[in-house]
């Protein structure tokens, strides 16, 4: 799953409480990373439940600054990721 989240996202610590949000639901790989138009961008990869609370997480969850949209897509799974980091 990558989702590209919307709103005062930089900054503010989003891309640090995205990755513990993702360790503590645990069994997720990929990154969340700033983008130059002042989105961040998720990549997330795991079992469907945890991705889907990873997203449900990032619309609704107690998150730093303030997220006005997210828009997410689903593909097949690369791999390649060691864990969740911050890029």
């Not at 360790?23 to 998720?42: E, S």
């Not at 439940?49 to 997220?67: I, K, S």
Request: aromatic fraction near 10%; charged fraction near 25%.
């Amino acid at each position: 799953m990558t989702a590209w989240v919307r709103g005062q996202v930089q900054g503010v610590g989003f891309r640090w409480f995205t990755r513990a949000a993702a360790l503590r639901i645990g069994g997720l790989a990929g990154f969340a990373a700033n983008l130059g138009d002042g989105r961040v961008q998720v990549v997330a990869e795991g079992g469907q439940d945890r991705c889907d609370a990873l997203l449900e997480w990032l619309r609704t969850g107690d998150t730093p600054g303030r997220v006005d949209g997210v828009t997410e897509i689903w593909d097949t799974p690369r791999g390649g990721y060691d864990g969740f980091e911050t890029r």
